[in-house]
């Protein structure tokens, strides 16, 4: 298998030996009618419980926010980003204290992501599967799959670099008035889940509440079935330091990559 990078021909990683990082809200705003997604990063669910499910307490209360509090549960966990939901119908059906049974229920839940750093690429089988797959790019770089978690680190790396160099340039990549005291940057890599607005979970259902709530966790991996061409390999890099996560003030940042270079197909 291979990630494949569509590009112009003058920004190839072999030719520039730079790469970019866009923010989830930079795609949201993009030019490119090929690659514009103006719901980057978030997501509108209408979400429909057919006959009995059984749902983890846990997920119940992220699931509603903490709008409904079941026996003595008055604390919910928080999820990275806006989150929201508005009930239509719910229905309980008993439960103890690890599960509750809802029955034909349905709810609409929102979900935006934190804006933070992404690199986007294909996963593809072999070299001319990334041909076409957006008509306007006139070029394309590779590197093997097997590199995916290696290219994330040095990409983390590189990012820390850089969000350091511009706080002492005045180039600021972060709030300056953030200390970058322990700062580190924490990469997560994986394909993007392409799911429909409507999710049917039942008790016969393969994907089920606990899928659900595991693949929304996460909205920078998720895009709606429209996009599934794209095959998406999506690399999104988390800034920490201390105990704070930092959101990128800049909608992008051009990386000094020559050191990966050696890696391009």
Same mark, same amino acid.
């Given at each position: 298998?291979l990630l494949a990078?569509?590009?112009?021909?003058?920004?190839?990683?072999?030719?520039?030996?730079?790469?970019?990082?866009?923010?989830?809200?930079?795609?949201?705003?993009?030019?490119?009618?090929?690659?514009?997604?103006?719901?980057?990063?978030?997501?509108?669910?209408?979400?429909k419980f057919d006959?009995?499910?059984?749902?983890?307490?846990?997920?119940?209360?992220?699931?509603?926010?903490?709008?409904?509090?079941?026996?003595?549960?008055?604390?919910?966990?928080?999820?990275?980003?806006?989150?929201?939901?508005?009930?239509?119908?719910?229905?309980?059906?008993?439960?103890?204290?690890?599960?509750?049974?809802?029955?034909?229920?349905?709810?609409?839940?929102?979900?935006?992501?934190?804006?933070?750093?992404?690199?986007?690429?294909?996963?593809?089988?072999?070299?001319?599967?990334?041909?076409?797959?957006?008509?306007?790019?006139?070029?394309c770089w590779y590197?093997?799959?097997?590199?995916?978690?290696?290219?994330?680190?040095? =990409? *983390? &790396?590189?990012? %820390?670099?850089?969000?350091? #160099?511009?706080?002492?340039?005045?180039? /600021? !990549?972060? $709030?300056?008035?953030?200390?970058?005291?322990? =700062? *580190? &940057?924490?990469? %997560?890599?994986?394909?993007? #889940?392409?799911?429909?607005?409507?999710? /049917? !979970?039942? $008790?016969?259902?393969?994907?089920?509440?606990?899928?659900?709530?595991?693949?929304?966790?996460?909205?920078?991996?998720?895009?709606?079935?429209?996009?599934?061409?794209?095959?998406?390999?999506?690399?999104?890099?988390?800034?920490?330091?201390?105990?704070?996560?930092?959101?990128?003030?800049?909608?992008?940042?051009?990386?000094?990559?020559?050191?990966?270079?050696?890696?391009?197909?």
């Amino acid at each position: 298998m291979l990630l494949a990078k569509n590009c112009f021909t003058k920004d190839n990683l072999k030719t520039r030996k730079t790469i970019k990082l866009g923010t989830l809200y930079e795609y949201r705003k993009i030019e490119s009618a090929q690659i514009v997604d103006n719901g980057e990063g978030t997501y509108s669910f209408l979400l429909k419980f057919d006959g009995v499910v059984e749902i983890e307490r846990r997920w119940f209360s992220l699931m509603f926010q903490g709008v409904i509090h079941i026996g003595d549960d008055e604390h919910h966990p928080q999820i990275p980003g806006a989150m929201s939901a508005i009930i239509h119908n719910l229905e309980f059906d008993g439960g103890d204290e690890q599960i509750i049974k809802v029955r034909n229920s349905s709810a609409s839940i929102h979900r935006e992501a934190q804006n933070e750093f992404i690199f986007c690429m294909s996963q593809v089988r072999k070299l001319r599967d990334a041909v076409g797959l957006f008509p306007d790019y006139d070029d394309c770089w590779y590197v093997t799959a097997t590199k995916a978690h290696d290219l994330g680190l040095a =990409l *983390s &790396v590189l990012l %820390r670099d850089r969000i350091i #160099s511009g706080r002492q340039s005045g180039n /600021h !990549i972060v $709030d300056p008035n953030i200390s970058l005291v322990n =700062l *580190s &940057v924490h990469c %997560r890599h994986e394909l993007v #889940s392409y799911l429909g607005r409507e999710i /049917h !979970i039942s $008790d016969a259902s393969a994907f089920t509440a606990d899928h659900f709530m595991r693949k929304i966790w996460d909205m920078a991996f998720v895009k709606p079935p429209s996009f599934l061409p794209e095959k998406e390999y999506r690399f999104s890099f988390t800034i920490v330091a201390g105990d704070k996560i930092l959101i990128p003030i800049v909608d992008n940042v051009i990386l000094n990559a020559e050191q990966l270079v050696s890696w391009a197909l």
